[in-house]
Nanobody, 121 residues
Framework: QVQLVESGGGLVQPGGSLRLSCAAS????????MGWFRQAPGKQRELVAS???????TYADSVMGRFTISRDNIKNTVYLQMNGLKPEDTAVYFC???????????????WGQGTQVTVSS
């Protein structure tokens, strides 16, 4: 079994910062892409940022220049540093990873349970 456990959400004032973490654990053979999605009330889940096993990263236009995604491949952990937070960043943030389990033939998507980020004065 594989689990993704997120931490780091909370309430922050506009202009503030938060750092999200997501650790993968369990019967892991290999982790390919890792990323963060978010879902605001009444809206569809959207990609925020993603990182492959190398140095390639992708960001949504709305967070470019404010958010930074990084990975620690030794710890099987992905981070999202969020600076200059705005009220429109308020959402539940979900960690996602494409993981091949030990003994598995293909990689599949796994999701964290979600962590609430609220930006408000």
């Amino acid at each position: 079994q594989v689990q993704l456990v997120e931490s780091g959400g909370g309430l922050v004032q506009p202009g503030g910062s938060l750092r999200l973490s997501c650790a993968a654990s369990g019967s892991i053979f290999s982790i390919y892409g890792m990323g963060w999605f978010r879902q605001a009330p009444g809206k569809q889940r959207e990609l925020v940022a993603s990182a492959n096993r190398g140095s390639s990263t992708t960001y949504a236009d709305s967070v470019m220049g404010r958010f930074t995604i990084s990975r620690d491949n030794i710890k099987n952990t992905v981070y999202l540093q969020m600076n200059g937070l705005k009220p429109e960043d308020t959402a539940v943030y979900f960690c996602n990873a494409k993981i091949q389990q030990v003994g598995g033939l293909i990689a599949r998507d796994y999701w964290g349970q979600g962590t609430q980020v609220t930006v408000s004065s």
